[in-house]
């Protein structure tokens, strides 16, 4: 099986019905990264910068962060690499920070919350980011976001920063493009207002299905009591993607959900076009697209949205099956 999928890399990702599909990875290692021509992967769809701060053993300065974003630019080779900013808080903490405890730390000062009260260091990850890419492409995503206001503060630290770096004469990202996650659901409400600020958009399916049915994403006693394959899942991120598709903005879904092939092609028959998984998931769902009628399965997801099944993983499985 891995030799096949080691054939498939320099086959296009595209349906049996001739439709592309973008395949990116996610990556927070340089060891990830290196897999990014091995997979065949059109770019990093979801770099964690959390991970190298994570496994330092002290807050990396200006000149490190410079560093360790250059490297990942380095070897992706040109391709892509969509940047979140610190993801931190919850279970994700650093040795060398201090936070307070929250009873609900997945819904506690995490992320974005934490950059907005602590300004000096968004704005110098966005410095070391700049300054990474220098004359290149840069995209920024904020993960974690919840209000409009949110990527107003942070636009404009962003833009603060562009502004003095092109003071200083030095040579700045091109193009720079902003994307939020949608991981919380009340960005759902808001996204005619996010769509006009951002230039793309990227689910975070792991978070967002936490917060969407109330449910510990770790708890291993609620592992198997809601499925992304509800019809309530599966309506609401029909709703996501139609709305980005009507602005015009391209959107990605980038957690795990994206890295298995069935839950993959209930998200291309939704209208979902980019996927980015961890560089596992890029063989079998690179499979999976090469052998869907993406036409067939989209007719098909419409008949289900709204019926009352907890789940439709199995449903959706025979179809699978019985279409190749
Ligand atoms: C997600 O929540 O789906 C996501 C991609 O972010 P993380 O897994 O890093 O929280
Ligand atoms: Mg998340």
């Known amino acids: 099986q891995m030799q096949s999928y080691a054939a498939l890399r320099d086959l296009p990702a595209r349906t049996k019905d001739g439709v592309d599909i973008a395949m990116l990875l996610n990556a927070g290692m340089l060891a990830d990264l290196t897999h990014v021509e091995e997979a065949g992967a059109a770019g990093i769809g979801l770099y964690r910068t959390e991970i190298p701060f994570m496994i330092r053993s002290a807050y990396p300065d200006l000149k490190s962060q410079v560093e360790i974003y250059s490297r990942a630019l380095e070897r992706a080779g040109g391709r892509p690499v969509v940047f979140r900013t610190l993801d931190v808080g919850g279970d994700k903490r650093l040795p060398y920070f201090s936070y307070d405890d929250d009873e609900n ?21 966005l410095r070391a980011m700049i300054r990474a890419a220098a004359g290149r492409p840069l995209s920024v995503m904020f993960p974690m976001v919840a209000e409009v206001a949110e990527i107003d503060v942070a636009r404009a630290v962003l833009d603060m920063e562009i502004a003095r770096e092109e003071a200083a004469g030095r040579p700045l990202p091109q193009p720079l493009s902003v994307g939020v996650m949608i ?9 005619d207002q996010i769509l006009q600020r951002v230039d793309f958009l990227s689910v975070g399916s792991n978070d967002l299905l936490q917060f969407f049915f109330a449910s510990d994403r770790g708890s291993p006693l609620l592992a198997d009591r809601y499925d992304c394959l509800s019809p309530a899942m599966l309506c609401f ?8 598709d009507a602005a ?5 879904v ?22 980015s998984m961890n560089p596992a998931g890029i063989g079998p769902v690179k499979s999976m697209v090469r ?10 997801i419409l008949t289900l949205l709204h019926q009352p099944d907890h789940s439709l993983r199995r449903k959706l499985r025979s179809f699978a099956k019985d279409y190749g």
């Open 105 to 125: 730390p997945a819904m506690g000062w995490r992320a974005m919350r934490i950059s907005i009260d602590r300004p000096a260091m968004l704005r110098q990850q």
């Open 183 to 191: 991981e919380v659901p009340s960005l759902f409400w808001q996204l």
């Open 237 to 244: 991120l029909r709703g996501i993607v139609e709305k980005a």
């Open 248 to 252: 015009g903005k391209p959107i990605t």
């Open 254 to 275: 980038c957690g795990e959900m994206a890295g298995r092939p069935l839950d993959a092609m209930a998200l291309l028959a939704l209208g979902f076009r980019r996927l």
């Open 291 to 300: 052998s869907l009628d993406l036409a067939q399965a989209q007719d098909y």
